[in-house]
Every structure is written in structure tokens, then in C-alpha cells.
């Protein structure tokens, strides 16, 4: 069996991207994607409600770092901004450092291969995040 490593993000940025060069030359741009996530509220059940009343919907964000780097990352660095929406393909990648007090963090990084801008707004292109999906990967392909 063949081991994946393959990370496909659809969210917004929560900053401004941060671009830095490594000691040899490379860009290095890193940033923060908010992904959200909808629950709908369950059907409340008891002799005093009503017939098909719900408990209040719930959302859930969760927040991915992600590297891009050469080429990729100036491109984010330059036209990327807070709140912009994107599509992130890439893979995770584990980082572990020292912290001050001498414990040892691991933190996960999302390492782009590929960014691509999403049209941003209600007038979205695309139905469904799947659908996006698609045209995103058809784009790859072709």
C-alpha cells in the first residue's frame, strides 16, 4: 500500500500573509486559512414545543497554517489579503521546537503546492465547495 500525505483546504485567510526569504534566496510566505463548518441544530423534543422546531445551528472554525514557498509564496505575499477566499492543495507537514521554558511543541503545517484565488463575495462561481473542488482540479489537469 502506497502511503498519501494530500491536504485540500477551502477557507479564508485570517491575516495578511507574512513573506520572508530563506538564507539562500528562497520566498517563504506564510499564513492562516479559516475553515468553517456548519452543524444544523437538532429537533427539540418535549410535549411543550412545537412540531419541527431546532435547537440554534452551530458553527465551528478551524484554523490551518500554511507555507507556501518560491514562486507560490510571492504570488500569495503579493495578492493575497485577510479574508480572502482560497483553495490550498498540499500536504502536512510536522514541526516540533523547543519552547523557552524547555518543553518540547509540535505544531502542523499545511505546505502548499498549489494556492489558487477564489472569486470572493456572494457571487461565487461555484455551487458547492465540491464543485470548486472540481474546477480547481480540472485546471491542475489541463
Given at each position: 500500500?502506497?502511503?498519501?500525505?494530500?491536504?485540500?483546504?477551502?477557507?479564508?485567510l485570517g491575516a495578511d500573509p507574512v513573506s520572508r526569504e530563506t538564507p539562500s534566496g528562497v520566498a517563504l510566505t506564510r499564513f492562516s486559512v479559516a475553515t468553517s463548518m456548519r452543524k444544523r441544530g437538532e429537533a427539540r423534543k418535549g410535549e411543550n414545543e412545537g412540531v419541527?422546531?431546532?435547537d440554534?445551528?452551530?458553527?465551528?472554525?478551524?484554523?490551518?497554517?500554511?507555507?507556501?514557498?518560491?514562486?507560490?509564496?510571492e504570488v500569495c505575499a503579493r495578492y493575497l489579503k485577510k479574508g480572502a477566499p482560497v483553495f490550498i492543495e498540499g500536504r502536512i507537514r510536522q514541526n516540533r521546537y523547543m519552547t523557552k521554558e524547555g518543553q518540547t511543541r509540535t505544531e502542523l503545517e499545511v505546505h502548499a503546492d498549489r494556492v489558487s484565488f477564489l472569486p470572493s463575495g456572494g457571487t461565487s462561481a461555484w455551487s458547492s465547495p465540491?464543485?470548486?473542488?472540481?474546477?480547481?482540479?480540472?485546471?491542475?489537469?489541463?
Open positions: 500500500m502506497r502511503d498519501v500525505n494530500k491536504v485540500l483546504l477551502i477557507g479564508r419541527g422546531e431546532r440554534e445551528d452551530k458553527e465551528s472554525t478551524v484554523w490551518h497554517r500554511v507555507v507556501a514557498w518560491g514562486k507560490e509564496g465540491s464543485e470548486a473542488i472540481e474546477s480547481a482540479a480540472a485546471s491542475i489537469l489541463n
